[in-house]
């Protein structure tokens, strides 16, 4: 059996980096992204390795391992990225690839974010204190669960979460990677991890506080990035593994990952090994190439967006609530005031957040009462208009 290294993995990992790569060039922009011309003394416990999920774009010189090292490159599925040496700056890709209409959609999402809460934005690189860093990364995988709860599925980067959390830190402080948050004053309500390899940002890992949804985070949090990634030389920004719609429409270019068997070529069983782990590799895409030639690919993607629409309507369920408009003050029959921001009324805030969003209020103008006409009924009142909210369950 080979050894299997993931190198996307890897670039969390420098010392471990350090022990395969002598080398690496973007190719499309001739930048060198990584250099290491000292030999490391590998301790080789196998006689084939596989490193996958090595993008394409990359030029990859390797140390040598074996007595006698050969090398297979296979490609294997596709990744997507935006190419930032393409256009001069973050107006002229928003121009390039947007129309007028949807670039002004997003200048609304950012304007309307920063009129209803106090947001202040913040790039972690190159310094952070371990006391933010330990809050901040407990609570980026809380926000993560909380979204994915809300359509019934699980993250796969929470079941391996220890691995960026045991590297980001000192990877931050030695601006190898980023770290982008977006606060609600003190409140954190938009992170991503995003590692760092020269002239290239990966984009690892991101989330935001699914009660905040109705102004669109992920759009400034990308742009947030993008604007950094100008500010500081970056060509290109890799959005990596992953079909969905939103990569879409903001990625300008796909390519291939590629799976690289490296083998003792003095070794008959390595030789075996690799000439039948080669074949395997290509059966598998060859036979996934063939199934998309029958769009089955695109019955299995209508399929899965219809089992997670699906399960978005049945944990919507779990929360519903029906909204009444143009109601006057003293038509309300108030029980009390209630503090919305206490932790037990949590349920409110997506409510509150979506009214802030379409009346353009600040959150510091709302108050909410409690009221006794109906179970699980309140009233949010702002400076010139009132909404009540009629919960059908509060799970």
């Known amino acids: 059996m080979p050894t299997y290294i993931d190198f996307?993995?890897?670039?969390?990992?420098?010392?471990?980096?350090?022990?395969?790569?002598?080398?690496?060039?973007?190719?499309?922009?001739d930048t060198q992204l990584y250099s290491n011309l000292e030999t490391p003394i590998i301790p080789v416990k196998q006689k084939v390795q596989?490193?996958?999920?090595?993008?394409?774009y990359l030029s990859v010189k390797w140390h040598s391992n074996y007595k006698k090292t050969k090398?297979?490159?296979?490609?294997?599925?596709?990744?997507?990225?935006i190419t930032l040496s393409n256009y001069k700056n973050l107006a002229?890709?928003?121009?390039?690839?947007?129309?007028?209409?949807k670039r002004a959609q997003f200048r609304?999402?950012?304007?309307?974010?920063?009129?209803?809460?106090?947001?202040?934005?913040?790039?972690?690189?190159?310094a952070i204190t371990k006391e933010e860093y330990n809050r901040l990364f407990a609570i980026f995988p809380k926000l993560i669960k909380k979204r994915f709860d809300l359509i019934g599925k699980n993250h796969h980067d929470l079941a391996v979460w220890d691995r960026y959390e045991e590297n980001g830190f000192a990877l931050i402080n030695a601006k190898k990677a980023c770290l982008f948050v977006v606060y609600d004053e003190d409140n954190p309500i938009s992170i991503a991890l995003n590692p760092v390899l020269n002239k290239v940002m990966y984009g690892?890992?991101?989330t935001f506080d699914a009660d905040y949804a109705k102004f669109y985070l992920g759009f400034t949090d990308l742009f947030l990035q993008l604007e950094w990634c100008y500010k500081n030389n970056i060509e290109l920004y890799d959005l990596l593994k992953g079909?969905?719609?939103y990569k879409s429409k903001l990625t300008d270019h796909a390519y291939f990952f590629n799976k690289y068997l490296i083998y003792d070529a003095s070794s008959f069983v390595a030789r075996f090994t690799a000439c039948f782990y080669s074949l395997k590799i290509q059966g598998f895409y060859s036979f996934v190439k063939w199934l998309?030639?029958?769009?089955?690919?695109?019955?299995?993607?209508?399929?899965?967006?219809?089992?997670?629409?699906?399960?978005q309507e049945q944990q919507k369920a779990k929360l519903s609530w029906r909204i009444e408009q143009n109601i006057a003050f003293d038509a309300l029959k108030i029980a009390r005031k209630v503090n919305w921001r206490a932790e037990h009324l949590d349920f409110l805030r997506r409510p509150i957040y979506d009214f802030l969003y379409t009346s353009k209020y600040s959150n510091h103008d709302l108050e909410v009462f409690e009221l006794t006409d109906a179970k699980n009924a309140y009233a949010i009142k702002g400076k010139s208009s009132i909404q009540k909210i009629i919960f059908t369950k509060t799970a």
């Open 8 to 29: 996307l993995d890897l670039i969390l990992k420098p010392e471990e980096f350090a022990l395969y790569f002598k080398e690496l060039k973007n190719k499309s922009t």
């Open 50 to 56: 596989v490193v996958f999920d090595i993008p394409d």
């Open 71 to 81: 090398i297979k490159k296979l490609n294997s599925y596709k990744g997507s990225m």
């Open 92 to 101: 002229d890709y928003l121009k390039n690839n947007f129309s007028p209409k």
């Open 108 to 126: 609304t999402y950012k304007k309307r974010l920063e009129t209803s809460f106090n947001i202040s934005y913040k790039v972690y690189y190159g």
């Open 204 to 206: 690892y890992v991101r």
């Open 243 to 245: 079909t969905y719609d």
């Open 292 to 311: 998309k030639k029958l769009h089955v690919h695109t019955a299995y993607h209508k399929y899965l967006q219809h089992k997670e629409e699906k399960l």
